[in-house]
C-alpha cells in the first residue's frame, strides 16, 4: 500500500441524471491538498456550502447514503467515493450543482475513467492509515445483517448477499487488494428487483432510474396489466418477460455482479471513516445502514485513540528507564522481573515493554511444544508497570512497597507467544488517595490488545 497521499493533477467533469432526484447535474472533481480528505461542496447553493464526506454527517441510508452539513446535503455519495478509495486518491473536492451525483451506468466505472483520464499525483505528505487494531462489529440482528471490521495490514473485503430469491441467493464477493477494485468491481451496478420498482416510483424516488442504469432481477413473473404500469412509470412503450432472471435488455458483467456491487457499496460508504484503512472487512447481507453503522464505530475506535495520552511504542524512542533502573524502584528480581524497559511516564500514566524469547523459564511447562506466555504473569508484568507509576508518586521509592490489592474486568484476548514484545500501558482512574491506586491496564502485541484488567494497588513504607 501506497505510503504518500495523493490527488488528481487536475480538475475532470462528468454530468448526468441523478439516481433518486432524476435531475441533471454536472460533478467536476478538483484537487485538493494534503489532509484535505473527501469533501462536496454544493456550487448550486448561496455561499457553496462545503459537506465533509464523514460517517457523522450522515443523515439517511434508505436506498442510498445521503450526507449533510452547513444547510446541504448530497445524496447517493457511495459510488463516488468507491471510485477514490479504489484509484488509491486522498484528496479531492467533488463540486455539484444538484443534490445528488450522475449515476451514470448505476456503477463507479465512469467516474473512475474520468479521473484516470487527467491521471494522478502523489503529493508530498505520508498517507495517514487507520489500522484496525481489535475487531470492530455491527450487527442487525433482525434482518440478519453484520458487517465486521478485523486486523489486517493490507485492505480486504468480502462480501456475501441472501435475498431468498432463485437469482439472487448466497452470492460472495471479494477483493484481497484495493488494486482489484478497477478491474473487478468498479463496473459492477446497482441492482432492483422488478417488484420493487413500483414501491419505488410511488414513494417519489428512482426519478433518474432506467432499465439502462441498473439491473432490474425478474424474481417472480408478473402479469401484463402489472408490466404496463411500470412500463408507464419508466416511460418505456413495453416492458416484456419471457422468463425469471434479468430484464433482456441487460447482460451481466460477472455472475455475481449483484455481490460485487454490495462490495462497492461497502468501499464507497466506509469511505466515510474519513481516512484509508487497514483492515479485513466482512459484510453478511451488508446494506447502506449497517455500512454507515460499522463506519461510524470505527470513528470512534479512532476518537478514543486520539484521546489516548500514552503514545505508541517506537523502538527509536528514548530510553526513560532501563533495567537497571526499573530494579532501584521495583523490588522483584529473577524469575519475576518482568519489565524491560519504561519508555513513557508522567503524573498519571505509565508505558513499558517486556521482549518474550524462548528461554523464559515458564515455557518449560506452559506448555511443552507449544510456548503460550501465562495469563496470570501478563498481569503481573502489567502489575509491575503500575507499580513504577504508583511509585513515582513518592520522593522516596526505594522506601516504599507497592501491593497489589485487585484485580478486576480482566480479559485476555489473544496469546503471547516466544518473539512477542508485549506493551503495557497503565492510566490512572481516580487521583491517589490514602495511599489506594486504581488504574486501567491494557497489554499489546504488534498494536493488538492482547490482555486488559482494571487494577488496584497500595502503597506501603518499608517498616
Known amino acids: 500500500m501506497s505510503h504518500k497521499q495523493c490527488t488528481i493533477q487536475q480538475s475532470v467533469k462528468v454530468a448526468g441524471v441523478g439516481l433518486h432526484t432524476g435531475a441533471l447535474t454536472t ?29 457523522d454527517n450522515v443523515v439517511d441510508t434508505s436506498r442510498g447514503t445521503t ?17 477514490l478509495v479504489g484509484l488509491g486518491i486522498d484528496n ?8 445528488e451525483p450522475p449515476i ?12 484516470e483520464s487527467v491521471g494522478l499525483q502523489e503529493q508530498d505528505a505520508l498517507r495517514i492509515y487507520y489500522e484496525v487494531k481489535e475487531n470492530i462489529v455491527f450487527t442487525d440482528q433482525a434482518r440478519g445483517v453484520e458487517i465486521s471490521a478485523m486486523p489486517l495490514n493490507d485492505y480486504r473485503v468480502v462480501v456475501m448477499v441472501d435475498y431468498n430469491s432463485n437469482i439472487v441467493n448466497n452470492q460472495h464477493a471479494s477483493i484481497s487488494h484495493i488494486s482489484e477494485f478497477r478491474n473487478e468491481i468498479a463496473n459492477c451496478r446497482t441492482f432492483v428487483f422488478l417488484h420493487e420498482l413500483e414501491a419505488l416510483f410511488n414513494a417519489n424516488l428512482i426519478k433518474g432510474g432506467d432499465v439502462d442504469n441498473a439491473i432490474v432481477i425478474v424474481d417472480k413473473i408478473l402479469p401484463e396489466e402489472e408490466l404496463d404500469r411500470l412500463a408507464k412509470l419508466m416511460g418505456k412503450p413495453k416492458i416484456t418477460i419471457d422468463k425469471e432472471g434479468t430484464l433482456s435488455n441487460i447482460t451481466l458483467r460477472f455472475k455475481n455482479e449483484p ?17 484509508p484503512l487497514k483492515a479485513q472487512i466482512m459484510g453478511i447481507r451488508p446494506g447502506h445502514a449497517a455500512n454507515v453503522g460499522l463506519a461510524k464505530k470505527i470513528r470512534q475506535a479512532m476518537l478514543l485513540e486520539s484521546k489516548k495520552r500514552i503514545p505508541d511504542y517506537n523502538p527509536n524512542m528514548p530510553i526513560l528507564m532501563d533495567v537497571k533502573h526499573i ?10 522481573a518482568l519489565l524491560d524497559r519504561i519508555y513513557h511516564l508522567d503524573d498519571t500514566s505509565v508505558a513499558g515493554i517486556k521482549n518474550v524469547t524462548i528461554n523464559e523459564p515458564f515455557f518449560m511447562g506452559h506448555f511443552p511444544n507449544n ?21 513515582s508518586t513518592v520522593p522516596d521509592p526505594e522506601n516504599y512497597w507497592a501491593y497489589l490489592l485487585s484485580i478486576d474486568e480482566c480479559r485476555f484476548k489473544k496469546m503471547v507467544q516466544p518473539g512477542d ?25 504488534r498494536g493488538g490488545l492482547v490482555c486488559e484488567a482494571v487494577l488496584s494497588a497500595s502503597i506501603v513504607r518499608k517498616s
Open 371 to 391: 510456548p503460550v506466555m501465562p495469563g496470570v504473569l501478563q498481569i503481573e508484568a502489567m502489575a509491575q508497570t503500575g507499580g513504577i507509576l504508583v511509585l
Open 92 to 99: 479531492l473536492l467533488i463540486q455539484i450543482d444538484g443534490a
Open 27 to 55: 460533478m467536476t472533481f478538483v484537487p485538493a491538498p494534503p489532509n484535505h480528505g473527501y469533501k462536496f461542496q454544493r456550487v448550486d447553493l448561496p455561499n457553496q456550502p462545503i459537506i465533509d464526506a464523514l460517517a
Open 421 to 445: 514484545t508485549i506493551t503495557f500501558q497503565c492510566e490512572l482512574l481516580y487521583p491517589i488517595r490514602r495511599g489506594i491506586a486504581k488504574m486501567k491496564g491494557e497489554a499489546y502485541v
Open 104 to 115: 451514470m451506468d448505476g456503477s463507479s466505472i465512469m467516474f473512475v475513467e474520468a479521473l
Open 67 to 83: 450526507i449533510e452539513q452547513n444547510g446541504a446535503r448530497v445524496h447517493t455519495v457511495e459510488h463516488t467515493l468507491a471510485a
Open 327 to 336: 530494579a532501584n524502584i521495583l523490588p522483584h528480581r529473577y524469575p519475576f
Open 259 to 275: 455481490a460485487r456491487h454490495k462490495l462497492l457499496d461497502v468501499i464507497g460508504d466506509l469511505a466515510l471513516v474519513g481516512k
